[in-house]
């Protein structure tokens, strides 16, 4: 434990020394705190070795609980009504057509079998939340047509749907008998309704003055947060789903002194994110890396500048956008943190597969935050859709 203190410590005080200096690199800021993990791992300058992937696992998958809750929490339906359809299409067929035009690529390209090429479709279909959200927010970027409020909407939503999938093509390739439409509606209809129910719960308690200060006010909302995600998954529902759907409530709702609870959470999905980059940046073997490095380069290319613009122009068509807005949003599907958590899953759950679905992954994500997230300013302002008048 003593270790464990002293190695969070340090590299929480190394972040926040190096915040303002990060804000202006070019490249996401999140990509750092990858970094930072890979010089603290096996075959990095400290050497610390670690593979346990079950940690990281439970870890990380709590910190995406807090950082979906925030994502609700923090969108404006009033923003976001323009762009709820169209949002809602993306995050849920957008998804499913992601996820099955790379596992098409997957099969014929790479020679992998059908079950495996799906799954890695599966993990990498969702935007990240996390991801966009930073790069929005650092890089200032106000975007036009709605499009921002576009991008947050949709990245902040997807991941449940890409959570679905996953866990449908880990049944299958476990050999689980598993009735497909009965797993997706089970997920559905548990998550949302757990969703809505916590949170309209929550907010009637709130209003009801039983609160002696700020602080247990923002602890109520702490446990709020646990429960949303926590009832729903018992029973087989998707608690990702929950949890941003009780965010989207709360954070709507009128409520006493609200900006006590958004620097809260501010703070707590921030350090989330640290944490989340830094374990996948620390559980990764570099000297492994090469021999995916093609493959995961592969399926990146096809995703950006295949499956991504594709599918999004398709399904934004009868939304009639510009051309800018198609651009801007299907540069702007990069893959994150969410997508190597869902990895892991499949990876401790014994599945086997040709490649190390960990690693590959990660090289994914790596490639996407590296060349999609730099230049997703400059895509930007090459399709003139920054809007310089605009309210970040």
């Not at 944490?275 to 592969?298: C, D, K, M, N, R």
């Not at 935050?369 to 008048?389: F, K, N």
């Amino acid at each position: 434990m003593n270790a464990a203190f002293l190695l969070i410590g340090v590299v929480i005080v190394i972040c926040i020394l190096l915040d303002r200096f990060l804000e202006k690199l070019p490249i996401p800021p999140l990509l750092f705190f990858i970094a930072l993990g890979m010089c603290f791992g096996e075959n990095g300058l400290l050497r610390i070795p670690f593979d346990d992937y079950e940690a990281v696992n439970l870890i990380c998958s709590a910190s995406l609980v807090f950082i979906m809750f925030y994502g609700g929490f923090g969108t404006n339906l009033k923003a976001a009504r323009p762009v709820a359809a169209p949002a809602v299409v993306l995050s849920t067929l957008g998804v499913a057509g992601t996820a099955g035009a790379v596992g098409l690529f997957a099969h014929f390209a790479l020679k992998l079998p059908w079950l495996e090429s799906l799954l890695i479709g599966s993990v990498v279909s969702s935007t990240d939340a996390a991801t966009v959200f930073n790069i929005l927010r650092s890089k200032k970027l106000a975007l036009k047509n709605h499009t921002d409020s576009l991008l947050e909407v949709e990245s902040g939503s997807n991941d449940p749907m890409s959570y679905m999938l996953t866990t449908v093509l880990i049944a299958l390739m476990s050999g689980q008998q598993v009735s497909i439409p009965l797993l997706l509606a089970q997920q559905l209809v548990l998550g949302a309704a757990a969703g809505l129910v916590v949170g309209r719960l929550a907010v009637w308690l709130l209003g009801k003055n039983l609160f002696t200060s700020q602080q247990s006010r923002t602890v109520f909302l702490f446990g709020v947060v646990l429960l949303a995600y926590a009832l729903p998954a018992m029973w087989g529902g998707n608690g990702y789903l929950s949890v941003y759907l009780c965010g989207i409530m709360l954070g709507n709702a009128r409520m006493a002194q609200k900006k006590y609870l958004v620097h809260f959470f501010d703070v707590v999905t921030g350090v989330a994110q640290v944490i989340i980059f830094f374990l996948l940046g620390l559980l990764v073997t570099p000297v492994e890396l090469p021999q995916v490095l093609l493959p995961a380069l592969a399926v990146m290319l096809f995703l950006t500048v295949a499956a991504r613009p594709l599918v999004t122009g398709a399904l934004l068509l009868p939304f009639r956008p510009s051309l800018g807005q198609v651009g801007v949003v299907s540069w702007a599907g990069l893959r994150g943190a969410a997508s190597i958590v869902f990895a892991i899953s499949a990876v401790l759950s014994g599945v086997e597969t040709t490649y190390n679905l960990y690693n590959l992954v990660f090289c994914i994500v790596l490639l996407s935050m590296l060349i999609q997230g730099t230049l997703l300013p400059r895509v930007a302002g090459g399709l003139s859709m920054i809007d310089e008048q605009g309210d970040i």
